[in-house]
């Protein structure tokens, strides 16, 4: 189980995350929603261990990160929003690299890379540099990347970007197999349709502060409203969509 204990992420004094608290079990997914600034990357990175926390505990099985940061990334499966990948590596270099750094051997690991890219589609461009690559392509190298190793902890931070509906596709199933294979998934979204079809349970954060925490249907039940999307709307949005866009297309028809 992860375990996140009152997180907090000061810079200058002022929170970006404050006393941020949830468990994800095994073969549970927890979908992660906030507007842009409401400290969803913040979260991520101390959780994937790029950020130190000003305060606060993230435990996986009992263990805090900071007893074994090295055991904890072997465990851990970390899809970024932005790709930043070795441009100049091939594909098939690249997941070798990251085979690599997570211990995993030959010839296994060959095995494991040429079936990732031949089931994501890249079998033919695993020779080519990724920088060559589409955005859709770069998203595949880096979930293949995530995968791997078989982690046990998963954090996908806007997973979906750049992928074709096919691909879409897939992914949504592979998470949902990912979950019964008791794999714990944090998966961090603006696509609110995507989470609450995937999602077991969400978070939602505005300001720095978890505003909601449940399942879809217990946050439907205790707002009364139909879509995550409006509840999402209702707890974090202060303003008329429509107004303003009505506002927009007046000043842009002057």
Known sequence: MLEVRQLTKLYSGIPAVQDVSFTIAP?????????????KSTTVKMITGLLQPTRGQILLDGAQLNDDPSGYKLRLGYVPEEPHLYSFLSGREYLQLSGSLRGLGQPALDKTIDALLELMGLSEARFAAIASYSKGMRQKILLAAALIHNPDLLILDEPFSGLDVTAAQVLKALLKSLAGA??????????LEVVEKVATRVIILHKGRVVADGSVDDLRHMSTLP???????QLVQHQDSGEVAREILEVISR
């Open 227 to 233: 879509s995550l999307e409006q509840i999402f709307t």
């Open 182 to 191: 008791g794999k714990m998934i944090l998966y961090s979204s603006h696509v």
């Open 27 to 39: 073969g549970e997914i927890l979908g992660y929603l906030g507007p842009n600034g409401s400290g």
